[in-house]
């Protein structure tokens, strides 16, 4: 299973980003998908998943701020994120479950105030 996310990169306070996900070597379409995040001396934390189903799940803290996409032609995901802060600058994993957990190399978000 190998995942390639891209799409980091710096913005401004305020601004939008979207991050993108390529999954290969998986069943895509029977996958669940997410983007975990971890900032300098925090734990990982989920930032948002999506399900085979595509019921979509997202952290408090971007509810409202973030939306999860899931393209099943393109075993692609996506992660639009708007009125990012400060609080958002991490390191940007894409995750998958599908028998067993896998995880991106990561993609790093810095949002300047």
């Known amino acids: 299973v190998q995942l390639q996310a891209s799409g980091g990169g710096w913005v401004q306070s305020g601004g939008s980003l979207t991050l993108s996900c390529a999954a290969s070597?998986?069943?895509?379409?029977?996958?669940?998908m997410g983007w975990y995040r971890q900032a300098p001396g925090n734990q990982r934390e989920m930032v948002a998943t999506?399900?085979?189903?595509?019921?979509?799940n997202y952290a408090d803290s971007v509810k409202g701020r973030v939306t999860i996409s899931r393209n099943n032609v393109r075993n692609t995901v996506a992660l639009q994120m708007n009125n990012l802060n400060s609080e958002d600058t991490a390191v940007y994993y894409c995750?998958?479950?599908?028998?067993?957990?896998?995880w991106g190399q990561g993609t790093l978000v810095t949002v300047s105030s």
């Open positions: 070597g998986v069943n895509f379409r029977l996958a669940t």
């Open positions: 995750n998958t479950l599908w028998r067993g957990t896998y």
């Open positions: 999506i399900t085979s189903a595509g019921y979509t």
